[in-house]
């Protein structure tokens, strides 16, 4: 395996060269330069010295995405500690079993956690620091206490004249096998798995992004943080590549909805974006189609003579809607709707659509905008090499395999778990079924434990129920499951827009029912749909925004 560079060698380096740019800003809140992160760095590493925390020990993380997050990650990492990010979305006994699990002594939250989480939950943490401004909510020990009520003081004797570059060092890991994080895939009691990351998935994931994005990003250059920190998309791809690249990173530390999102677009200009499906396609189907929709631009779309220029139109607009600076749209987390990736593809918009897992920190497979093929989700990642568990790879759809610089080192306390998921070989079973075309294009069909079998032993991969269904009149989203051996369609309707049109209860189910009419014709036999259900709240997610699937079996 090839000699790996230090990771916190490189954030040391980052923060030394950029060190009066501005790094990290809470919309509508503080802005953080480099070098007021490599002070604040400094203060936590005080904190953890002088409260008795060693080397390989575990501190968790669990807020909303702010610049104080970030700065008490790069902390954990840079003292040599192993970090735990937790997703804040996480109800709190999910919260309290990672905490325990983890063996975390320490733990940061934001303020929404905070009121939530029972400490005494937690027996074995020493102490619950407040995000906002690291001040204890909890401390268990003496040490801890002492070192945050004299942290100002302690700062003031290491640095009595000031801090500058030269006083910026960090712990440099022994090789990229050492450990770095534990990401939980979820936070559920027997679902939930602690991928350990090491210091090598950390850089390659840094090192891809470099080779594809480093010449079109520049240093200063603005990103927006829409993605959870938490989980390993957002981290890597909004958050590490970005400060070690030396760009200025707008955390949405509110609920980002598609309005909130659309403004800070509008006025940061981000760069590059980096996003789920459901936020681009709540930001198309609400800002984009409404504009277009009618009968005059579909026949001026029908023309091939003034077509070309429509789309072109549509494209800037589009572009405009995402803030009108950005080099590309980079989607990932979950399965593209086809009508809006036929959409974009047809008006030529910059986008792209990249494949991973929390088990590969996360990247696998990536293409440019430029060369990026619809339906697809790129080809294998520098550093990674893909092929699929079937006989013939481009026709038959078999297990999606993956092994590389990115893969994790396995699941904490679970070797179990472990044995199934990575064999002697180094390949890390994605569970996503898929193909590959002879140019390395990899199709994913679905997952694995997702495939539904027909009456006759047919395989029926739901999600490609569920891309036609959300195209219908009214549907949000959609989860098809099976009933003894009929299928149902549990939806999530649009019900602003029912409220709007002043539509009944009596009238949605009617529009439901024609929805089901509409999908059967265009599905076989085995595939058709017996019913659907109405939810009216949304569906709950992953940190991927994917469907929790078992809790609507």
């Given at each position: 395996?090839?000699?790996?560079?230090?990771?916190?060698?490189?954030?040391?380096k980052?923060?030394?060269?950029?060190?009066?740019?501005?790094?990290?800003?809470?919309?509508?809140?503080?802005?953080?330069?480099?070098?007021?992160?490599?002070?604040?760095i400094?203060?936590?590493?005080?904190?953890?010295?002088?409260?008795?925390?060693?080397?390989?020990?575990?501190?968790?993380?669990?807020?909303?995405?702010?610049?104080?997050?970030?700065?008490?990650?790069?902390?954990?990492?840079?003292?040599?500690?192993?970090?735990?990010?937790?997703?804040?979305?996480?109800?709190?006994?999910?919260?309290?079993?990672?905490?325990?699990?983890?063996?975390?002594?320490?733990?940061?939250?934001g303020?929404?956690?905070?009121?939530?989480?029972?400490?005494?939950?937690?027996?074995?943490?020493?102490?619950?620091?407040?995000?906002?401004?690291?001040?204890?909510?909890?401390?268990?020990?003496?040490?801890?206490t002492?070192?945050?009520?004299?942290?100002?003081?302690l700062?003031?004797?290491?640095?009595?004249?000031?801090?500058?570059?030269?006083?910026?060092?960090?712990?440099?890991?022994?090789?990229?096998?050492?450990?770095?994080?534990?990401?939980?895939?979820?936070?559920?009691?027997?679902?939930?798995?602690?991928?350990?990351?090491?210091?090598?998935?950390?850089?390659?994931?840094?090192?891809?992004?470099?080779?594809?994005?480093?010449?079109?990003?520049?240093?200063?250059?603005?990103?927006?943080?829409?993605?959870?920190?938490?989980?390993?998309y957002?981290?890597?791809?909004?958050?590490?590549?970005?400060?070690?690249?030396?760009?200025?990173?707008?955390?949405?530390?509110?609920?980002?909805?598609?309005?909130?999102?659309?403004?800070?677009?509008?006025?940061?200009?981000?760069?590059?974006?980096?996003?789920?499906?459901?936020?681009?396609?709540?930001?198309?189907?609400?800002?984009?189609?409404?504009?277009?929709?009618?009968?005059?631009?579909?026949?001026?779309?029908?023309?091939?003579?003034?077509?070309?220029?429509?789309?072109?139109?549509?494209?800037?607009?589009?572009?405009?809607?995402?803030?009108?600076?950005?080099?590309?749209?980079?989607?990932?987390?979950?399965?593209?709707?086809?009508?809006?990736?036929?959409?974009?593809?047809?008006?030529?918009?910059p986008?792209?659509?990249?494949?991973?897992?929390?088990?590969?920190?996360?990247?696998?497979?990536?293409?440019?905008?430029?060369?990026?093929?619809?339906?697809?989700?790129?080809?294998a990642?520098?550093?990674?090499?893909?092929?699929?568990?079937?006989?013939?790879?481009?026709?038959?759809?078999?297990?999606?395999?993956?092994?590389?610089?990115?893969?994790?080192?396995?699941?904490?306390?679970?070797?179990?778990?472990?044995?199934?998921?990575?064999?002697?070989?180094?390949?890390?079973?994605?569970g996503?079924?898929?193909?590959?075309?002879?140019?390395?294009?990899?199709?994913?069909?679905?997952?694995?434990?997702?495939?539904?079998?027909?009456?006759?032993?047919?395989?029926?991969?739901?999600?490609?129920?569920?891309?036609?269904?959300?195209?219908?009149?009214?549907?949000?989203?959609?989860?098809?499951?099976?009933?003894?051996?009929?299928?149902?369609?549990?939806?999530?309707?649009?019900?602003?827009?029912?409220k709007?049109?002043?539509?009944?209860?009596?009238?949605?189910k009617?529009?439901?029912?024609?929805?089901?009419?509409?999908?059967?014709?265009?599905?076989?036999?085995?595939?058709?749909?017996?019913?659907?259900?109405?939810?009216?709240e949304?569906?709950?997610?992953?940190?991927?925004?994917?469907?929790?699937?078992?809790?609507?079996?």
């Open positions: 395996m090839q000699e790996i560079p230090s990771f916190n060698a490189l954030i040391e980052s923060i030394i060269d950029n060190w009066d740019r501005d790094a990290l800003t809470d919309y509508k809140g503080q802005t953080l330069q480099f070098h007021d992160v490599a002070r604040k400094e203060k936590i590493h005080i904190l953890f010295e002088n409260s008795g925390i060693q080397k390989g020990d575990k501190i968790a993380l669990c807020g909303r995405n702010s610049s104080q997050w970030a700065v008490a990650f790069l902390a954990t990492l840079t003292f040599g500690a192993i970090a735990v990010p937790i997703l804040h979305e996480f109800m709190p006994d999910q919260i309290h079993n990672i905490v325990n699990h983890s063996d975390a002594r320490l733990l940061f939250v303020d929404h956690v905070a009121t939530t989480i029972d400490p005494l939950q937690m027996p074995h943490l020493e102490g619950i620091i407040n995000n906002p401004d690291y001040s204890l909510l909890i401390s268990r020990t003496d040490k801890l002492y070192a945050r009520e004299h942290l100002n003081e700062y003031g004797k290491k640095f009595p004249k000031y801090f500058r570059k030269e006083h910026v060092h960090y712990y440099k890991e022994a090789n990229g096998e050492e450990m770095a994080m534990i990401n939980y895939t979820s936070g559920t009691t027997g679902f939930s798995k602690g991928v350990m990351v090491p210091y090598r998935a950390l850089w390659s994931n840094y090192d891809f992004a470099c080779d594809v994005l480093g010449k079109t990003i520049n240093p200063g250059d603005n990103i927006i943080s829409i993605l959870p920190m938490a989980h390993m957002g981290m890597a791809f909004e958050f590490i590549f970005e400060f070690l690249h030396g760009c200025h990173t707008f955390y949405l530390n509110r609920i980002p909805s598609p309005a909130i999102i659309a403004q800070s677009f509008a006025e940061v200009k981000p760069k590059i974006i980096i996003a789920v499906p459901l936020v681009i396609e709540k930001i198309i189907r609400k800002k984009v189609f409404p504009k277009i929709q009618n009968n005059r631009m579909r026949l001026l779309l029908s023309m091939p003579v003034i077509s070309k220029k429509v789309r072109e139109a549509i494209c800037q607009e589009v572009v405009k809607a995402f803030g009108g600076n950005m080099y590309e749209v980079i989607i990932g987390g979950a399965a593209f709707n086809q009508e809006v990736e036929q959409f974009l593809k047809r008006i030529d918009f986008y792209t659509v990249g494949y991973g897992a929390t088990e590969c920190a996360p990247i696998i497979c990536y293409a440019d905008w430029h060369n990026f093929v619809p339906g697809s989700c790129g080809r990642a520098l550093h990674m090499e893909v092929k699929i568990d079937s006989p013939d790879p481009a026709n038959v759809p078999g297990e999606i395999l993956t092994r590389g610089l990115n893969v994790m080192l396995g699941y904490y306390k679970n070797e179990e778990a472990t044995r199934e998921t990575l064999d002697s070989e180094g390949w890390y079973h994605t996503d079924l898929g193909t590959m075309d002879y140019q390395g294009n990899v199709f994913i069909n679905g997952r694995s434990k997702n495939m539904l079998l027909g009456p006759n032993g047919q395989n029926i991969y739901p999600e490609e129920i569920e891309d036609k269904l959300n195209s219908l009149t009214l549907v949000v989203e959609s989860i098809v499951v099976q009933r003894d051996t009929k299928l149902v369609a549990l939806v999530h309707p649009d019900l602003d827009e029912a709007n049109m002043s539509f009944t209860n009596e009238d949605l009617n529009i439901m029912e024609q929805n089901r009419e509409t999908l059967n014709q265009s599905l076989p036999a085995y595939e058709k749909i017996s019913e659907i259900e109405i939810y009216e949304e569906f709950e997610k992953t940190p991927k925004k994917s469907i929790k699937r078992f809790l609507y079996k």
